[in-house]
């Protein structure tokens, strides 16, 4: 279940826009944020705070190289806007960890 009902619009914080620790960021930085905004809509519900989502497929998410993801991440990251760790996520029919890793990700703000 989403996050957030659903329909045509996303809600972002105004911060990002207008407050003076975030005018600084990059036009780049903002575009992953909004990605990630969407994201967090799409991949955790009420009760939930953060997803996962591998670093490639959001990488592709972008329309970016894996590159560029790190570069805006560590920008997202610096200013506190979100919270990453590396994981492995729990297949709930077979009860077993992913052999893969993937990053999870908290938005703060």
Known sequence: MAKYQTGHY????RQIFSNQTFLNLSDSA?????????????FTGKDETFFFRS???????????LTK???YKQELIKTDLIQTWQMHWLDKTTNK??????TAWRLKL
Not at 32 to 39: G, N, Q, S, T
């Open 55 to 65: 670093n490639e497929d959001l990488a592709k998410d972008c329309g970016w190289k």
């Open 30 to 42: 903002k575009w992953l944020y909004l990605v990630l905004k969407e994201d967090e809509h799409r």
């Open 69 to 71: 993801l790190t570069r």
């Open 97 to 102: 960890k992913s052999e893969k890793h993937v």
């Open 10 to 13: 996303m809600e972002l914080p």
